[in-house]
């Protein structure tokens, strides 16, 4: 069964700094991997997707890499700003099922970037 | 505009009490989900469906019931047989087929407290 595990778990850092969270999953076989942002009491909204083929992609200040074969991906923000804390998950998307059966999600860091 | 609706935001629920959660989506996504989160945890899947009159179990199934009569409506019930459920509850759509698998759209959330 496919687990993510996310590190670390709460992270805070002064505004400005540049900072990367860390995702891992245990089972290579994947459609996809995901990046969401979820601000408290709300829902989630999708960051970055890499597909299976891919190795990074980007958006802005944030960068998500991908190595498939290692089972890692790291979300990179650069310039953080006291705008960008929330708590980020991390899911992937497994090939079983025809890859529309859900993602399977890590517990998510808790970021708090001070002003 | 284009999303997934969620309702109510927030509902309290005596024991014993069967509630029903609304989902709806105008995004004409085959697909749609529901996921729960607890505090500190990541989202766990309850029910998915990948197409109109037709569902699936996901990992903690027990205690929920769904139907999928339209395309636009996923609606979930949460019968009194689930032991523990104050929880906050995600609603998630996506196209199927391998570019769009599991490129999940979040709607806002539904609260859930058990009184």
């Given amino acids: 069964k496919q687990e ?3 590190i670390p778990a709460a992270l805070s850092v ?3 700094e540049n900072l990367v969270l860390n995702c891992s999953f245990t089972d290579s076989a994947i459609y996809n991997l995901q990046w969401f942002r979820q601000d408290p009491g709300k829902g989630l909204t999708s960051l970055l997707l890499i597909q299976s ?11 998500a890499s991908l190595d498939k074969s290692s089972g890692r991906s790291t979300l990179y923000i650069a310039a ?12 992937v998307s497994g090939v079983s099922g025809g890859g529309a059966d859900g993602l399977t999600f890590g517990k998510g860091t808790h970021l708090i970037i001070q002003p | 505009d284009g999303g997934i609706t969620q309702s109510p935001k ?4 005596k024991e014993g009490q069967n509630v029903t959660l609304s989902c709806e989506q105008n995004l004409n996504h085959d697909a749609m989900y529901w996921y729960r989160q607890d505090p ?6 309850i029910y998915y469906s990948q197409i109109v009159n037709d569902f699936q179990k996901g990992d903690i199934a027990e205690g929920y019931s769904v139907s999928r009569e339209k395309k636009e409506s996923f609606p979930l019930t949460v019968t009194s047989a689930q032991k523990n459920p104050t929880a906050f509850y995600l609603c998630a759509s996506s196209t199927t087929g391998a570019s769009g698998a ?3 759209t979040f709607g806002a959330g539904s609260r ?3 009184l």
């Fill in chain 1, 4 to 6: 993510v595990t996310q």
């Fill in chain 1, 14 to 16: 002064p505004e400005g």
């Fill in chain 1, 53 to 63: 083929s891919q190795r990074e992609q980007t958006s802005g200040r944030l960068n």
């Fill in chain 1, 80 to 91: 953080s700003q006291p705008g960008d804390s929330a708590t980020y998950l991390c899911a």
């Fill in chain 2, 10 to 13: 927030y509902l309290f629920r």
């Fill in chain 2, 40 to 45: 500190g945890q990541g989202l766990r899947l």
């Fill in chain 2, 102 to 104: 599991n490129v999940l």
């Fill in chain 2, 112 to 114: 859930l407290t058990v």
